[in-house]
């Protein structure tokens, strides 16, 4: 399951360099194609079911999306990169 990432990089992960700190690569490794369309989705259907406009839909959307990626993306990677200075 961990070379599904690098057979098919959808993501702008791929696009930085190999020595780019843990915590760009894990806010670039969360906005890929797949993601960005599930989102795009979310915000239509969230319209749609909830009867708000599309663009009260879409900053629910966008503020539950950075929400998880600072939380299960961003303070991990902080946190291991953050262990790798001490003693």
Do not use: I, Y
């Amino acid at each position: 399951a961990g070379e599904v990432p690098r057979l098919l990089p959808s993501s702008l992960a791929a696009l930085l360099p190999p020595a780019a700190s843990p915590l760009a690569q894990a806010a670039a490794s969360s906005l890929d194609l797949f993601t960005l369309w599930a989102l795009a989705l979310l915000v239509l259907g969230m319209a749609r079911v909830a009867g708000a406009s599309r663009l009260r839909a879409g900053v629910v959307v966008a503020v539950l999306f950075c929400a998880h990626v600072a939380f299960f993306k961003l303070a991990p990677a902080a946190a291991m990169a953050g262990g790798k200075g001490g003693a």
